[in-house]
């Protein structure tokens, strides 16, 4: 198997364990905040929720301004899909650990194989088909055409916001137009308390904003 194949993987196939589905509401027309993030780890595996871990902790406590006693951003937004609430959606750009997350390692892939993973998860190219190397461009370019047909079947309204959490979103959501049109608003990542090492950034403010009227 190559890495190609796994950041392909769609949670059927011999990569599905791994795989943590984006967390969509029952009527994605109805969605007005979507949030990116960079891709799951052990916690999100666990769950099968995205941002279930402590950056997922971190990021609930800057948007309710409050501790988020155990709870995270994940979960929250999961129960409001149960509850009938379409307005708010959670994707990873890739639906797999960039990272190794067992160990020893179940994957099967290499220490080379992760290497191209941290490599395309930290490059500071400005876009996926910027990127030097042409492997990591190759796994770029699935992420990449990934993401984009995630986001195109959103069919977000107008007023809807798109937010590129941490630098690995925000260079793939640069990478294409959304058919929509929305021009993502950028923030950090919210691990390492970047959320709140800069509470008054304007457009952490307006997530935080948006977060609660959608909530």
């Known amino acids: ?32 905040l979507v949030l990116v993030f960079e891709s799951p780890y052990v916690d999100e595996v666990a769950a099968g929720i995205p941002v279930v871990g402590h950056a997922g902790q971190l990021a609930l406590d800057y948007l309710l301004s409050s501790k988020a006693n155990g709870r995270s951003l994940g979960r929250v937004v999961a129960a409001q899909h149960a509850a009938g609430n379409s307005r708010i959606a959670i994707l990873n750009t890739c639906n797999v650990p960039l990272a190794s997350v067992s160990d020893p390692d179940e994957t099967g892939l290499d220490g ?6 941290e490599s395309v998860r930290t490059s500071d190219a400005q876009t996926a088909m910027t990127m030097v190397r042409p492997e990591a461009k190759a796994v770029g370019r699935v992420l990449m055409t990934s993401l984009e047909r995630r986001v195109n079947n959103l069919y977000l309204a107008p007023d809807a916001t798109l937010v590129a959490s941490g630098v690995c979103a925000r260079r793939f959501l640069r990478s294409f137009k959304p058919t929509s049109g929305h021009v993502p608003l950028t ?15 304007p457009h952490l403010r307006e997530v935080r904003t948006l977060f609660r009227k959608y909530l």
């Not at 080379?112 to 993973?117: A, E, P, R, T, V």
């Not at 691990?191 to 090492?197: I, L, P, T, V, Y």
Request: negative net charge.
């Open 187 to 201: 923030v950090p990542h919210p691990s390492r308390r970047q959320w709140q090492n800069d509470p008054n950034s």
């Open 1 to 32: 198997m190559t890495v190609e194949e796994y950041v392909s993987e769609d949670g059927h196939g011999p990569y599905g364990m791994w795989h943590v589905r984006d967390l969509l509401p029952p009527v994605v027309a109805d969605i007005r």
């Open 112 to 117: 080379d194989d992760w290497k191209l993973l």
